[in-house]
């Protein structure tokens, strides 16, 4: 897995908050807002989707990304940012699928009212978007905070949705670091080219800050993600971060723990696990074997992290599809995104042709290697 910032100490950072490594990205000190290049001002969204807003709740509309599509409608939900995270893969997907995206409240063009950031809340927010769109057993695929969205939603109005798709997402994040049965991990022990702080970000253009994404952690946001954040202002300078520290930390303060046993529907979870541990060698050079034992100790608490989600997921469908990609980022919608195209293309059709228990699978899943 490509290397993310960890505070000394830590144990293992589950993908809801590794992906605030990422998220940290595009989240820039903005104390003077920079100059952007002049073709900024006639910048248009090139993802093919249209936009439109569903009210969910008292004065609380949401924004829907509307890609179209043939076939059965496959609903995808963010986490910490929006719906235009999957403005890259969504096109893929609809040629067999009818693919929407919904951008939870808080975040980007959707409301931001100063309540009702609860887990329970967010999953009502999804499901009154289903109501309005008036959508029939949809495919729910989540990323981060978005599967918490597909686990209560699943165990509550189990025959309102044909499947679920986690995204590196599915785990508990209620569970403590004893849960797993390992000792913590000092990140202080582990090679310098795991651990170093990055270099300051240059906000200069939103180019620029792709750039320092992709040589950070591997991927790029798109860009029209990215303006959810820093919208442009009209005489051409980044504005504000528009989604103030206190939205996020009232979603993370509302989680529920997830009822796995209720899931009763078919599952597909898309895993991104760390390297196998020679590889990791090889790209790190412990130059101890102290640093090296570190190493050991993190891949196996990556390795029990794993493995405890499949459990937990299975618990409700022992027949649960799970995919490893060996490297991934956490957002493996964007660093593997033909291998997601594929698994998401195969889970659909398996929804429309057989049942659930046709999938097969090992105790611990599949592990692919991930398309190049």
């Not at 189990?158 to 499947?163: A, H, K, Q, Y």
Request: hydrophobic fraction near 40%.
């Amino acid at each position: 897995m490509t290397p993310e910032p960890q505070p000394a100490g830590s144990f293992y950072l589950s993908p809801l908050i590794r992906v605030l490594a990422i998220a940290g990205l595009c989240i820039f000190t903005s104390s003077a807002c920079s100059r952007m290049a002049a073709e900024t001002a006639n910048w248009y969204d090139p993802s093919p989707h249209l936009i439109t807003f569903v009210t969910v709740d008292s004065g609380v509309r949401l924004e829907v990304l509307d890609w179209g599509g043939t076939g059965r409608a496959f609903v995808l939900l963010a986490g910490y940012q929006t719906a235009h995270e999957y403005d890259d893969i969504a096109p893929k997907l609809t040629a067999f699928c009818h693919v929407y995206g919904i951008t939870r409240r808080g975040f980007g063009a959707s409301s931001r009212p100063d309540s009702g950031y609860t887990g329970q809340r967010s999953a009502e927010d999804v499901l009154q978007v289903l109501k309005a769109l008036k959508l029939d057993h949809p495919v729910l695929a989540g990323h981060s905070f978005g599967g918490l969205d597909l686990l209560a939603i699943a165990a509550q109005h189990p025959t309102l949705v044909s499947g679920l798709v986690f995204l590196d997402s599915g785990d508990d994040p209620t569970l403590p670091s004893s849960a797993y049965g390992l000792a913590e991990v000092d990140t202080k022990r582990l090679p310098a080219s795991m651990t170093a702080p990055e270099s300051p970000s240059n906000n200069s253009s939103f180019q620029v800050i792709r750039e320092s994404q992709l040589k950070a952690h591997g991927v790029m946001m798109p860009e029209a993600e990215l303006r959810q954040y820093y919208p442009v202002n009209a005489d051409g300078s980044l504005a504000e971060d528009s989604t103030p520290k206190w939205v996020r930390d009232a979603i993370f303060a509302g989680i529920q723990k997830p009822r796995y046993s209720s899931i009763h529907v078919p599952v597909l979870a898309i895993v991104a696990v760390p390297l196998p541990l020679d590889e990791q060698f090889k790209k790190y050079q412990p130059r101890t074997s102290d640093e090296r034992v570190a190493m050991e100790q993190k891949y196996a608490v990556g390795e029990a992290f794993t493995k405890r989600t499949v459990h937990d997921l299975k618990a409700g469908d022992p027949n649960a599809r799970i995919v490893t990609l060996p490297g991934a980022s956490t957002y493996i919608f964007l660093s593997n995104e033909n291998d997601t195209v594929r698994e998401v293309r195969s889970f659909v059709g398996g929804l429309n042709s057989a049942s659930s228990s046709e999938w097969q699978s090992t105790a611990y899943g599949v592990r692919i290697k991930p398309a190049v």
